[in-house]
T-cell receptor, first 111, second 114 residues
Framework: DADVTQTPRNRITKTGKRIMLECSQT?????MYWYRQDPGLGLRLIYY???????NKGEISDGYSVSRQAQAKFSLSLESAIPNQTALYFC??????????FGQGTRLTVV | GDSVTQMEGPVTLSEEAFLTINCTYT??????LFWYVQYPGEGLQLLLK?????DKGSNKGFEATYRKETTSFHLEKGSVQVSDSAVYFC?????????????FGRGTSLIVHP
């Protein structure tokens, strides 16, 4: 089984809809992250969480919210999806200062 | 804040050519440095890492040396293969404020032709 699992892998949704992307990890790490990947822009941090009670905004948090349901689960929500949120979304987990482990990504298209 | 700058791609090479992808960083403190690789349709996976100055990370024929004096961590491979075609990301375990949040460069696409 993968260390980090994201669901769904692909999603097409309409403008204005609420959508949730889910992430679970089996590494036992406290730290979890959500990134967005756009061509030419690399990975940009949306939200991060250092433990269940510690959630922080990243550089591009507007239009997104998160929930850390447990050490192993960290979900990302788009409250009202818009077309410029079309992107590839990655969840990752790491230990303090160590390498990050990534999920396979969720390709989201907002039409 | 912390940042990573890497050379823009795509980098196009013939098989068995020498590869260099430049990476420089800005960080307070002493971060760990990483190279990740992303194959088509997949997530990022760690290629190599270095945790302190002058350390050399290596894996699958790739190497990078942590140069504190030039704040660089350039990726090299002596002889690339078609299977190395992927996107490569330089990253640091950011040390600003001790938070160590992974910070990534924009990625460099490598295309290797037979």
């Amino acid at each position: 089984d993968a260390d980090v699992t994201q669901t769904p892998r692909n999603r097409i949704t309409k403008t204005g809809k609420r959508i949730m992307l889910e992430c679970s990890q089996t590494k036992g790490h406290d730290r979890m992250y959500w990134y967005r990947q756009d061509p030419g822009l690399g990975l940009r941090l949306i939200y991060y969480s250092f433990d269940v009670k510690d959630i922080n905004k990243g550089e591009i948090s507007d239009g997104y919210s998160v929930s850390r349901q447990a050490q192993a689960k960290f979900s990302l929500s788009l409250e009202s999806a818009i077309p410029n949120q079309t992107a590839l979304y990655f969840c990752a987990t790491s230990d303090f200062g160590s390498e990050a482990f990534f999920g396979q990504g969720t390709r989201l298209t907002v039409v | 804040g912390d940042s990573v700058t890497q050379m823009e791609g795509p980098v196009t090479l013939s098989e068995e050519a020498f590869l260099t992808i430049n990476c420089t960083y800005t960080a307070t403190g002493y971060p760990s440095l990483f190279w990740y690789v992303q194959y088509p349709g997949e997530g990022l996976q760690l290629l190599l890492k270095a945790t302190k100055a002058d350390d050399k990370g290596s894996n699958k024929g790739f190497e990078a040396t942590y140069r504190k004096e030039t704040t660089s961590f350039h990726l090299e491979k002596g002889s690339v293969q078609v299977s190395d075609s992927a996107v490569y990301f330089c990253a640091l375990g950011g040390a600003s404020g001790g938070s160590y949040i992974p910070t990534f460069g924009r990625g460099t696409s490598l295309i290797v032709h037979p």
